[in-house]
């Protein structure tokens, strides 16, 4: 369904899109996919181009809930920043997807919130599709390239939280991928900065992603630590800056906290918290040398 068409209310019967797998493009002077939407079951979705896949949802009756699994696994960085300090966390978004986080961390959480998307039409379709608020002194929705937004020593140490969720409409890998885009989200962390994106963990990519999101935040002291695969594949890796996973007993007392203010089962989020296996590095290495995929060459 397209923008134009689609009735503001569920009376929609389109078919129940694919599963949730990853989002968006970014970072290439390549023509940019349409957005589009669908509804199914009360769920509005959003869409890139003519492919059923999904790049963000919503469920009409609780807009202000997370409605995907990956997506609410993706604030899983509230288990490793301290709560007492939370109203000050910085956030930065790449990929706006259907709004979803950006909704969230502004209006729930009432951070300060920045969230830099290439493609107009997916910010106008949140705008009116999705609840996504206009501007203000909290909230800064960037159209930008998110390759350049992160190069430009101006935005670096501006975040505390990074989030990243970079497929294009085909969902084939992340399109901002190689490790000088990584070294580039390092530098815009503050110090004990969080990293969070959306990899697609069953894809022969996970695994060159991974390694390259490691290799630009171990040697600077940092831990790189994964999240368990959700039924649909969606792989959430987490990069600290110069800190290392709380123990265990942190975790839990921050997870129940969570829980309370955010309403987010966090407490799950703690038997899926792990490192990354040695066994993806080591395939990740032979892997990486002689294969160029197209997220190398998309900036």
Known sequence: MSLQNLPDDESSTAAPP??????????????????????????RYLHLGETPWVQGAMRLRKPRALELDYVQRMMVWLLLRDPDTLDDTRVVQLGLGAAALTRFCHTELGLQTTT????????????????LPANDERLNVVEADAAAWVVDPAHHGSADVLSIDLYDHQAAAPVLDDEAFY??????????????????GRNASFARSARRIEAAFAPGGGQVLMLA??????????????????????????AVRVTERCGLKAVRWLGLI??????RRKAATVAATPVVDAADTAG
């Not at 004990?192 to 990899?199: A, E, P």
Request: charged share 25%; hydrophobic share 40%; net charge positive.
């Open 18 to 43: 694919k599963p949730a797998r990853a989002r968006r493009k970014s970072g290439a002077a390549r023509p940019l996919p349409s957005a589009s939407i669908s509804e199914f079951d009360g769920v």
């Open 116 to 131: 830099v998307e290439l493609n107009p039409q997916v910010i106008a379709a949140c705008r009116q599709w999705f609840r």
């Open 183 to 200: 070294r580039d989200c390092h530098a815009v962390l503050a110090e004990g900065g969080v990293l969070v994106v959306n990899l697609f």
């Open 229 to 254: 695969p959700t039924d649909e594949g969606n792989t959430i890796v987490v990069a600290l800056k110069g800190g290392q996973r709380p123990d265990d007993a942190v975790l839990r007392e921050r």
């Open 274 to 279: 792990g490192p990354l296996p040695a066994q």
